[in-house]
């Protein structure tokens, strides 16, 4: 088997959404859970999309996760790497961005990346080099409020060049709009002065099919999803990859639906509270979580009540979507990361219960709480269908003990309308 485009994620939710824009402009995808094993059958796949959960982790540890993903989809035939990050660049100034990219591109040959995390059709643009959510700078948009990677300064070109020690560049707007031919003329210009790493101004989606038409043959590209709903026609070009119908095509869904938010994000919480005004939910308490006063057996028995309840046929939420405040004091009674592991260690005990009894389709709001989930559910890979929101599809995967496959949303805490929770539903019928 030959792959066409093999990617390396750095959470669930952003293989996700990759995955989902693939499939969208036309290639049958299945997205893999971990560096797989050497013999995993993959059947009728133009791209795989690896999975990691690197984002957060110590940049050496993202490195060798990186590279081990890498060397499987070399042994693939892989024709192009995809590194990629969330639209918000989310990072660190220690990484983990620019050493994975370093390292990916050294153990490839390139002498050039770019990075190009736009995704305009979620109002994720960069202009000069600066990087907006909607009409706000990245420092102003609630990224500065992370609880894992605040994001306080929207300068890419300046953001990179503390996690790099090679040189990054920058292709503008105003070279973009000149076509694909000025903006490889470009990137070679700046290759011979030896910028390695060049941030790439997206306004639009005509900017992303320039931005591919220059970049088709590089060894490795990185960014957001974006980028790979442009890609797929130059592969075409290419004579690399065929036309196919329906790539995103699944199996009927069965089971009771469950949504579960881990995240805190300002659009995750406005869809909390669209979904908490008229259908049930529980909310899950970090502090509440570390006393073990019982409250994940109440979750339990929440879930169960109303998923079993005759007269509702919608979706329950369990939730632990919050404020900034509330997460600040959590963090700081129980430290961060031990505030995090108290609640993806919950999220991940509901989900392997709730699945085991019946829970077939699921939804799961959150990049942490994702990976959670996925681990706890034991899922190695996940056929990809069709979208919910930008960047949102429904998958599919099987299950020990299950006949049907489990239908399955993973959610990035930014992405999605504010009645995402139940429309998801909806579109899946």
Known sequence: MSIVLGAIADDFTGATDLANNLVRAGMRCVQVIGVPPHDLALEDVDAVVVALKSRSTPAPQAVTDSLAALAWLQAHGTHQIFFKY???????????????????????????????????????TVYQGHLFVGDRLLNDSGMEHHPLNPMCDADLVRVLSRQTSHSV???????????????????????????RHVICDTLDEADLEILAGAIVDYPLVTGGSGLGQALPVEYRRQGWLQDVTDAGRLAPAEGAPLVLSGSCSRATLAQVEHFLASHPGYELDPL????????????????????QDADNDGPVLIYASTTPERVKQAQKALGTEAAGRLVEDAMASLARTLVQEGVGRLLVAGGETSGAVVSALNIQQLRIGHQIDPGVPWTQAPIAGRAAPLSLALKSGNFGEIDFFTRAFEVLK
């Open 169 to 195: 560049g920058l292709v503008s707007h105003e070279v973009e709009a000149q076509g694909s031919r000025a903006v490889r003329e470009h990137l070679d210009h700046l290759a011979g002065q030896g910028v």
């Open 86 to 124: 969330c639209s918000t660049f989310d990072s660190t100034d220690q990484g983990n961005i620019g050493p994975v990219s370093d390292a990916l591109l050294e153990r490839l040959g390139g002498r050039q990346t770019v990075m190009v995390p736009a995704f305009p059709l979620n109002r994720r």
């Open 288 to 307: 509440a979580l570390a006393e073990d006063n019982g409250q994940l057996e109440d979750a339990l028995a929440f879930a169960r009540t109303h998923l």
